[in-house]
């Protein structure tokens, strides 16, 4: 059972504009967001991450939103760059640090 | 560096044989996940060790997979008979194990990719 989900496998964006990937989550006893991205023949790295008491985390292009009421995530990366091509992966984690990841969105920033 | 570490970095092997994937995570990490990834998957979580205690097996998709994690540190996933359906890459990560932003980050290895013929 996908308790993290990504609904679009692909993004296409063009460069200069906003790229936003959504996540959603069904579990209400996540404390901790996280996403990761990820380049081909890599393993993930660490974007950045919220903690379910706050809405909004802001780190230089990227900003995470969280409504925990809908269940939802978002990444926002403005503006988006054609380095940022790749997958990018949420997850969730719980009281006991168990992490749990939706199945990812491609991301691909036109030049 | 001082980053996570898999090898090996490629595997094939035949339908039937025993394989062994380490892992060696980051110093001082005391969590350490297991997660495999098939073509067109998200990461699927399949062990999880924290310090000492009895580690969550609950991601193992079955009793030919198991690990262990000696001395704390590094990691061994063995998966016997393997089938072709075994095939995929299995990342290894780790971090601090303390619930919050700063020791919940997970940092992974660049993953072990396994071809089961």
């Known amino acids: 059972d996908q308790q993290v989900k990504q609904n679009s496998p692909s993004l296409s964006v063009q460069e200069g504009r906003i790229s936003i990937l959504n996540c959603d989550y069904t579990?209400?006893?996540?404390?901790?967001f996280l996403w990761y991205k990820k380049y081909p023949a890599e393993g993930p790295t660490f974007l950045i991450s919220?903690?379910?008491?706050?809405d909004k985390n802001e780190d230089g292009r990227f900003t995470v939103f969280l409504n925990k009421s809908a269940k939802h995530l978002s990444l926002h990366i403005v503006p988006s760059q054609p380095g940022d091509s790749a997958v990018y992966f949420c997850?969730?984690?719980?009281?006991?640090?168990?992490?749990?990841f939706g199945t990812g969105t491609s991301l691909t920033v036109i030049p | 560096g001082a980053g996570v570490s898999q090898s090996p970095s490629n595997k094939v092997t035949e339908k039937g044989k025993d394989v062994e994937l380490r892992c060696d995570p980051i110093?001082?990490?005391?969590?350490l996940y297991w997660y495999r990834q098939s073509l067109g998957q998200g990461l699927e979580f399949l062990i999880y060790?924290?310090?000492?205690?009895?580690?969550?097996k609950s991601g193992l998709p079955s009793d030919r997979f198991s690990a262990e994690r000696t001395g704390g540190s590094v990691s061994t996933l063995t998966i016997q008979r393997t089938q072709q359906e075994d095939s995929a890459v299995y990342l290894c990560?780790?971090?601090?194990?303390?619930?919050?932003?700063?020791?919940?980050?997970?940092?992974f290895g660049p993953g072990t990719r396994l071809t089961v013929l």
């Open positions: 997850a969730a984690v719980n009281t006991g640090n168990q992490f749990y």
């Open positions: 990560a780790s971090s601090l194990g303390i619930s919050g932003s700063w020791g919940s980050e997970q940092f």
């Open positions: 110093s001082g990490h005391t969590a």
């Open positions: 919220i903690s379910s008491i706050k």
């Open positions: 060790f924290q310090g000492n205690s009895a580690p969550d």
């Open positions: 579990n209400s006893m996540f404390d901790y």
